[in-house]
């Protein structure tokens, strides 16, 4: 099978959040089952070409939009560790003047620039002679891609035999302009929806979590399943990792993890405290990510005078960037850093003991897995893929990776931290829990099998009954 992945992010190229992650891992566990796959998106200008690379083909073509005309250049990079293509598409306007992926307040820039995205996406594969079988698009971004597939299908014999699937990363995003709402045109329009963990996949059924669109996915909902992402696991690898003080295992963590943290409180200006828990957050600042309830919890925390230290790295919206400079050497113990810092991210994972998120919502949620991997303790809202991947150890003792709680308070947010915190100090139960989480098996093999499964039904369309 041919597979094209069209996305606004694609790591380590360009990334925001999870949907960079992704698809910098999936298309490369794809082509690892033995399938063909090519990956699309924008050349942005925060993207280095010489540094990543890049080198410039010599298609060239224009895209119509709107009365004018946009002229566009085709890059091609390779994934790492993988040989699948990256195709860049330039245009200095639209993209190659943009520094971050998603313009803070310039929402009709986005869009333009991702429509036209999506017209090149068609001529492109036809310039490379690459017809695919499924083109699987993210988001809002690329959605319009589906939605193009489903008008010029009919009539287009070159595209006449492919399919789309559209994963949904986050329902909240819709790209909503004028009369058009992009992400449910691709809804309605995609052979396939899935989104990224099967409890988002009900949940976004609901008027709780589906931001206005759950009529519109009950009535595909035929079409909707859930696939769980995964992780990279030999990117997030702290027997490996190139950005930590001390590379460790599941037998060795212990003595790792003490180093590592060690560098962290060094580098962050926090006591150097082996025994202070250390909990760790790494996320967009975005209302999602439940940072109105976990400030609080951690300045109650601080009140109380519990030996806990905070590193909280993001960046996104201004709001609470603010909020979190603000709060960066307040107290002994509580740290910030705002800025996407892959590095620094990476630390956090390997330094801290718990990792925080209390999720209003979250589609799948990778820190968690990422954490576990590092043997770092996630401490965490049960919600969507928070619900698929941590099980709170204190309701099952004996298959429990984390500490989880449901109602959506500064209260229980704090009251959880201190659980953690608690069991923390039971070096005995620690371990196993320690040890549990770093043995998980959160790489895309088995997710990578069920999208293969379903580009494969895609493929071969259903037999009309009587006719055989
Ligand atoms: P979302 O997709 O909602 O952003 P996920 O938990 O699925 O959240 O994925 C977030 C990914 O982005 C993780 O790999 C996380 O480490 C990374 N990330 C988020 N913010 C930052 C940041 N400020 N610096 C470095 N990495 C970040």
């Known amino acids: 099978m041919k597979i094209v992945f069209c996305s606004a992010e694609v790591a380590p190229f360009s990334q925001a959040g999870g949907l960079g992650d992704v698809i910098g891992s ?28 890049l080198e410039k083909t010599d298609i060239a073509f224009d895209v119509h939009f709107l009365g004018k005309s946009y002229p566009i250049v085709i890059w091609k990079g390779v994934l790492p560790r993988s040989e699948v293509p990256v195709y860049f598409v330039d245009n200095h306007e639209l993209f190659g003047s943009r ?34 079988d499924v083109i699987h698009t993210h988001d809002w971004h690329t959605a319009s891609v589906a939605t193009t597939l489903s008008d010029i299908r009919p009539y287009d014999q070159y595209f006449s035999r492919t399919q789309s699937v559209l994963t949904i990363h986050n329902l909240h995003y819709q790209g909503v302009y004028g009369d058009t709402n992009w992400l449910k045109e691709g809804i ?15 949940e976004i059924q609901s008027p709780e979590f589906g931001a206005g669109m759950d009529p519109v996915i009950r009535q595909c909902s035929q079409k909707v399943s859930g696939i769980l992402n995964g992780i990279d696991t030999n990117l997030y690898n702290p027997e490996t990792d190139a950005f930590i003080t001390r590379h460790y295992n599941q037998d060795t963590y212990a003595e790792g993890k003490r180093v590592c943290k060690e560098a962290l409180q060094q580098e962050m200006g926090l006591p150097v405290d082996p ?7 790494v996320g967009r ?19 109380e005078k ?15 960037e603010e909020a979190l400079k603000a709060l960066n050497n307040t107290t002994k113990n509580i740290r910030t850093y705002i800025g996407f810092n892959t590095a620094m991210a990476q630390k956090i994972y390997a330094a801290s003991d718990m990792f925080a998120m209390p999720s209003a919502f979250e589609p799948c949620g990778l820190g968690q897995m990422i954490a576990l991997r590092y043997g770092s303790v996630p401490v965490v809202r049960g919600v969507g893929g928070l619900v698929d991947t ?3 150890v204190r309701l099952q003792p004996h298959r429990g990776n984390g ?50 499964k379903l580009y494969t039904r895609l493929g071969s369309p259903a037999i009309p009954s009587g006719s055989v």
């Open 285 to 303: 600042l975005a209302d999602q990510k439940g940072l109105d309830i976990l400030l609080p919890a951690m300045k109650a925390i601080e009140k």
């Open 390 to 392: 941590i099980t709170d």
């Open 26 to 53: 999936l298309p490369r566990a794809i082509a690892e089952l033995g399938e063909g796959c090519a990956i699309l998106t924008p050349l942005y200008g925060l993207i280095d070409p010489a540094g990543r690379k």
């Open 99 to 132: 520094k971050q992926v998603y313009p803070y307040g310039q929402p009709e820039w986005e869009l333009e620039g991702f429509l036209i995205f999506s017209q090149a996406t068609f001529e492109l594969l036809r310039r490379i002679n690459y017809r695919p």
């Open 306 to 320: 519990h030996n806990v230290q905070w590193v909280l790295l993001g960046t996104g919206d201004p709001k609470m």
């Open 403 to 452: 500490f989880k709680f449901n109602e959506y308070t500064a209260e229980k947010m704090k009251e959880t931290a201190l659980a953690a915190v608690e069991a923390y100090h039971n070096k005995a139960l620690w371990d196993v829990l320690v040890r549990r989480g770093m043995a998980e098996d959160h790489s895309w093999h088995s997710s990578a099998d069920a999208y293969r």
């Open 275 to 281: 025994d202070a828990p250390l909990i760790g957050f």
């Open 188 to 202: 309605l329009k995609a052979d396939a929806i899935t989104t990224v963990s099967p409890t988002y996949a009900q």
